[in-house]
């Protein structure tokens, strides 16, 4: 059975950080690509980061310098570090794993953590 449980969600004042942590099972989790997408109220899902399975990151423009990604392969787990942030990051945040491979893509999602920017 696979699970992505996503934790480390919050009520965060503007200029503050979060610590965002996945912890993934039932994965061969040192093979996928894993990466945090988030969903504001009222719009669509987008991307925030990537991290490759060889750990190559990609960041959308607006989190850049303020968010980082990492993975720790022993623990089958992904975090994302959140700095500087501001209501615009308010959202409910998201866990995703992906492998490609001949037979076809396989995705995997967390259930989400909000986190909410305010004063």
């Known amino acids: 059975q696979v699970q992505f449980v996503e934790s480390g969600g919050g009520l965060v004042q503007p200029g503050g950080s979060l610590r965002l942590s996945c912890a993934a099972s039932g994965i061969a989790f040192s093979i996928y690509t894993m990466g945090w997408y988030r969903q504001a109220p009222g719009k669509q899902r987008e991307l925030v980061a990537t991290?490759?399975?060889?750990?190559?990151?990609n960041y959308k423009d607006s989190v850049k310098g303020r968010f980082t990604i990492s993975r720790d392969n022993a623990k089958n787990t992904v975090l994302l570090q959140m700095t500087s942030l501001n209501s615009e990051d308010t959202a409910v945040y998201y866990c995703y794993g992906r492998r490609s491979a001949l037979a076809g893509t396989t995705v995997y999602w967390g259930q989400g953590t909000q986190v909410t920017v305010s004063s």
């Open positions: 991290i490759s399975n060889g750990g190559s990151t």
